[in-house]
């Protein structure tokens, strides 16, 4: 009698351990949220990246985020890496979770970006044509560009964050079609210097001859 007790004991402690996990999170208001956030950027997430951030005694998986518009923060970069915990543990979660179109607060840490949270990470949806190419954006002209669809967000703190969106008076945005140029201008110059590379050497085998 006692073992089934026991076993029975066992199974529960097991199938309790996922919501001991959830917990392991601190609950943020969106207030709380945006105040403890070095940086808050709507965009797409790319790619997993391979290797990891090694920090202190944990592993991070790496991802490159395309940003289209900072809410907060004064950053310029069109594109980001953004950390995850990748450690083989229980409070392991991937950035897109939520979806490749994502709404993101992060912090700073040296050199690295980190969500809070699975909370920081919500779920948006929008059309690319229309949002990349500007910028600077109103936060009432921004809202209506996109669809705020995160599971992880209650009605009440889905409000509140249009709201906080909808007031900003100036989001600065990534112009994308500046951004595309100066990549394409840069892979037009390491075309040019190997082209006058592979001419000199070419040059020289002929005198060699």
Not at 57 to 74: L, N, P
Not at 103 to 117: A, E, T
């Amino acid at each position: 009698m006692k073992k089934r007790y026991i076993i029975a004991l066992t199974i529960c402690i097991f199938l309790m351990v996922p919501q001991v996990a959830k917990a392991c999170w601190a609950y943020l208001t969106v207030d709380e949220l945006v105040e403890q956030s070095d940086v808050i950027l709507i965009g797409e997430i790319v790619e997993r990246l391979e290797g990891s951030i090694k920090k202190e005694d944990m592993h991070y998986a790496k991802w490159r985020v395309k940003a289209y518009y900072y809410i907060k923060g004064e950053m310029n970069d069109s594109e980001m890496i953004v950390g995850t915990p990748n450690g083989g543990t229980s409070i392991d979660y991937d950035l897109n979770a939520n979806g490749n179109q994502v709404l993101l607060f992060l912090k700073k840490d040296g050199i690295h970006y980190f969500p809070h949270s699975p909370q920081a990470m919500v779920g948006i949806t929008f059309d690319k044509e229309k949002i990349q190419g500007e910028k600077k954006i109103s936060g009432e002209e921004l809202v209506k560009l996109i669809d705020i669809n995160g599971q992880n967000m209650n009605p009440e703190d889905r409000g509140k964050l249009e709201t906080y969106l909808s007031t900003r008076e100036a989001i600065q945005g990534i112009d994308w079609t500046a951004a595309n140029s100066g990549v394409q201008k840069n892979i037009t110059m390491m075309g040019g210097f190997a082209l006058i590379g592979a001419s000199g050497i070419i040059f020289l085998i002929a005198r060699k001859k």
